[in-house]
C-alpha cells in the first residue's frame, strides 16, 4: 500500500481565500484523523472519523473549518475564509479497525501558508 | 483527561554519546497505548513503538531502547551511541482504549546531534 496520501503537500494562498486540503486513507482502514502541528500548541486532533461518519470535531477551531469523508477513501478539510494564523502542517492519519492495538499512519501532512 | 509530558524541549549531544528522551503521563484508564514518533526535518511523522499499559518489560531496537515505568507514569526513549541521522523531533503519545480514544501527544522533544 501506498500509505496515507495527503494533497499537496505545500500550500501558500493569500488571507480569505478558501483552502482545501486532500487525504486519501490506507485501504481497509476505517478512521481518519485530521491533526494540525504549529509550533505554539504542538499536534493538535482537529477532527476524526469512523466509518466515514464524523465521531469528535471538538478540536476544529471554528466554524471556518469544516471537514468531509465522501467516502472511505477520501476526506477533505476545508478552511474558509483563510487567515493567517491557520498556517500549520496539517496531517491526514488513518488507522485500521482494531485500532488500539496499532499506531495510527501518518501521511506526509500539508504545509499550509496562509500570507 | 489523557496529558503526556515531554518537560525537555531541545537537547544537543555529540555524536556517540547516550541519550534519553522523557516522557510522562497521565490517564484516568487501566488499559491504554503509549507510542514514540520521530518526526525528521523532512516533516513526517514515523512510528517507532507502540505499549501496552500491561507490557512493562523494556524493549530494544538496536540502538534504541524504551523504558516503561507505570509506578512513575513515565516511558521514557533512549537513544544509544547517537548518530547525527537521529537529529530529529522525538514525540510521546497516549491513547486510551475505553470508548473512542485518539492519540494524544507531547509537545516534543528535539534532539540535536552533533558530529
Known amino acids: 500500500d501506498a500509505g496515507v496520501i495527503q494533497s499537496p503537500r505545500h500550500e501558500v494562498t493569500e488571507m480569505g481565500q478558501e483552502v482545501t486540503l486532500r487525504c486519501k486513507p490506507i485501504?481497509?482502514?476505517?478512521?481518519l484523523f485530521w491533526y494540525r502541528q504549529t509550533m505554539m500548541r504542538g499536534l493538535e486532533l482537529l477532527i476524526y472519523?469512523?466509518?466515514?461518519?464524523?465521531?469528535?470535531d471538538s478540536g476544529m477551531p471554528e466554524d471556518r473549518f469544516s471537514a468531509k469523508m465522501p467516502n472511505a477513501s477520501f476526506s477533505t478539510l476545508k478552511i474558509q475564509p483563510s487567515e493567517p494564523r491557520d498556517s500549520a502542517v496539517y496531517f491526514c492519519?488513518?488507522?485500521?479497525?482494531?485500532?488500539?492495538?496499532?499506531?495510527?499512519?501518518f501521511g506526509q501532512g500539508t504545509r499550509l501558508t496562509v500570507v | 483527561a489523557q496529558k503526556v509530558t515531554q518537560a525537555q524541549t531541545e537537547i544537543s549531544v555529540v555524536e556517540k554519546e547516550d541519550v534519553t528522551l522523557d516522557c510522562v503521563y497521565e490517564?484516568?484508564?487501566?488499559?491504554?497505548?503509549l507510542f514514540w514518533y520521530k518526526q525528521p526535518p523532512s516533516g513526517e511523522l514515523v512510528f517507532l513503538i507502540r505499549?501496552?499499559?500491561?507490557?512493562?518489560q523494556n524493549e530494544i531496537s538496536g540502538r534504541y531502547s524504551w523504558n516503561f515505568q507505570k509506578s512513575t507514569s513515565s516511558f521514557n526513549f533512549t537513544i544509544t551511541a547517537s548518530q547525527v541521522v537521529d537529529s530529529a523531533v522525538y514525540f510521546c503519545?497516549?491513547?486510551?482504549?475505553?470508548?473512542?480514544?485518539?492519540?494524544?501527544f507531547g509537545k516534543g522533544t528535539m534532539l540535536l546531534v552533533s558530529p
Open positions: 492519519a488513518s488507522s485500521p479497525p482494531d485500532r488500539g492495538d496499532t499506531e495510527a499512519f
Open positions: 485501504s481497509g482502514h476505517d478512521y
Open positions: 472519523f469512523n466509518n466515514n461518519v464524523p465521531i469528535d
Open positions: 490517564t484516568r484508564d487501566t488499559t491504554y497505548y
Open positions: 505499549r501496552n499499559s500491561f507490557d512493562e
Open positions: 503519545a497516549l491513547s486510551e482504549t475505553s470508548g473512542y480514544s485518539t492519540l494524544t
